[in-house]
């Protein structure tokens, strides 16, 4: 269990985090909201890599900063830059991230086996990581994070730059490894944690704004979301007098779809509601 209370983080005048408290169990939590919502800072806190300004992280009852390396032990981190040695081969890179670690040599040569496996990436583990596609990279990212068995597991926007079938391809890993420990997932794309998280952090200018389920926070906005159909020009007028929503082509013509609180009466209601929806409703939207 890991308890966050009152966590703020500033820069001068700045609040980059501002008074989150949540609790954290086992399973997946997607954490989502655009750039600069305090996604990255929230991680580099729970990770101890920069200095809370103030609050408090719990873990077993004691602030994660009286545990020391005991805490660092028991998380994994996939950064959201790929820092990579390029001539390194993946199965060399695990070792030494399982050196870092303080991992015996024959546990971290078992475990990159099994790891590198597990993403698929076993058949290629002599080759050179600057050889890699972007989505290679981030699985033996991932598989590095998992090396030692870590309890929480801490992901930032590891689908940035990858294409879609990378980014499924990922993602389904993640499905995969999240049993019976803790899993952060940051991202700005919806589709990545709408199908795996059972729970949604939703951020906005370092406050949290949500935390609930992906059905709960569809339900949440019911009768909140419409569809204008229209002409190409009637769409791209809605577009920008609106700022926020999407535009559509279906077979049928265009499509303005917004998520608000007081829709027009011009737009048709729609019971499909989706998790994109209500990132527009609360962290893009007027609400």
């Not at 996939?78 to 024959?106: N, V």
């Not at 590095?144 to 890993?173: K, Q, S």
């Not at 944690?193 to 609930?212: P, Q, T, W």
């Not at 009466?265 to 209500?278: A, C």
């Amino acid at each position: 269990m890991l308890i966050i209370k009152n966590l703020t983080k500033k820069y001068g005048r700045f609040t980059a985090l501002n008074d989150i408290t949540i609790t954290l169990g086992k399973g997946v939590y997607g954490i989502l909201g655009a750039n600069g919502a305090g996604k990255s800072t929230f991680l580099n806190l729970i990770t101890d890599n920069i200095e809370r300004t103030s609050g408090m992280i719990l873990y077993e009852g004691k602030d994660i900063l009286s545990h020391g390396s005991r805490f660092r032990k028991k998380v994994g981190y996939t950064p959201q830059l790929q820092g990579m040695y390029e001539d390194f081969s993946a199965g060399q890179f695990m070792r030494y991230i399982g050196s870092l670690k303080g991992m015996r040599y024959g546990k971290c040569r078992k475990q990159t086996r099994e790891l590198l496996a597990l993403v698929g990436l076993d058949k290629v583990s002599h080759r050179r990581l600057g050889s890699f596609s972007g989505g290679m990279r981030q699985r033996v990212l991932l598989a590095a994070a998992m090396l030692d068995d870590p309890e929480i597991l801490i992901l930032d926007e590891p689908t940035a730059g990858l294409d879609p079938e990378e980014r499924i391809r990922l993602r389904n890993h993640i499905a995969e490894i999240s049993e019976n420990r803790t899993v952060l997932l940051a991202t700005h794309v919806v589709d990545d944690i709408e199908c795996i998280a059972n729970k949604v952090i939703l951020m906005k200018k370092g406050k949290l704004l949500r935390f609930d389920s992906p059905s709960a926070l569809m339900d949440e906005i019911a009768g909140k979301v419409g569809e204008y159909h229209g002409t190409f020009e009637e769409v791209c007028r809605l577009k920008e007098k609106y700022g926020k929503g999407q535009t559509i082509r279906r077979r049928e013509g265009f499509i303005f779809r917004a998520a608000e609180e007081n829709l027009p009466e011009s737009f048709e209601r729609v019971s499909d509601i989706t998790l994109e929806d209500v990132y527009l409703f609360y962290a893009e939207g007027r609400a």
